[in-house]
């Protein structure tokens, strides 16, 4: 598994964008190539859950959607996504309703991301609960990874993501936008 200080591998994933629900809206593909050179000039926050249709997994990409703001806020986007692929994606959000027209990325890995960062379980043969932070020179800044049955906290994903910006030490429990010292 890659670590802090590693830098992000070469990756190419097919995302469902922002706010989509179907293929095809207005004329508009919701897909969307990433790499690791988009968002350029931006902190990538990516995060990885086991499966789509799931129970744990939606109640991370709603606390993630709550704090979009507050990322784009901070110069980040956030990406989360699985192995399954992008129309697995759009339906999911078109069937549960607290991820219908999602404000943030759901990407489909092929294996690029999930193999090149290190984070598949081998047994399950599906990604772990991984997050990354990743600074706009494509540096990995943390990396916190959970067993598949027990979800993160994304607030603590923001308060990670604020120290990270400060350049200074932060105490342990620094809230955001906290004291250093």
């Given amino acids: 598994m890659l ?11 097919v995302a469902a964008k922002p706010g989509f629900n179907m293929p095809e ?3 508009e593909s919701a897909f969307e190539t990433i790499t690791n050179d988009s968002f350029a000039g931006k902190w990538k926050i990516i995060f990885f859950y086991p499966k789509d249709f799931t129970f744990v997994c939606p109640t991370e990409i709603v606390e993630f959607a709550k ?12 990406l989360g996504g699985s ?4 129309f697995v994606k759009l339906a999911w959000r078109r069937e549960h309703p607290d991820l219908k027209s999602l404000n943030q990325y759901s990407f489909a890995d092929n294996g690029s991301l999930v193999d090149g960062l290190g984070v598949r379980d081998k047994a399950e043969n599906v990604a772990l609960r991984a997050t990354f932070v990743v600074d ?3 540096v990995i800044q943390h990396v916190s990874v959970n067993n598949l049955n027990v979800g993160r906290n994304p607030a603590e994903i923001l308060r990670i993501l604020d120290g990270l910006q400060t350049d200074e030490l932060c105490p342990c429990n620094r809230a955001v936008g906290g004291d250093t010292l």
């Fill in 136 to 138: 706009p020179h494509g």
């Fill in 83 to 86: 192995t399954d692929n992008e």
């Fill in 67 to 78: 704090l979009n703001e507050e990322f784009a806020d901070r110069d980040a986007v956030v």
């Fill in 3 to 13: 670590t802090v200080g590693d830098k992000l591998p070469e990756f190419s994933v």
């Fill in 25 to 27: 809206e207005n004329g």
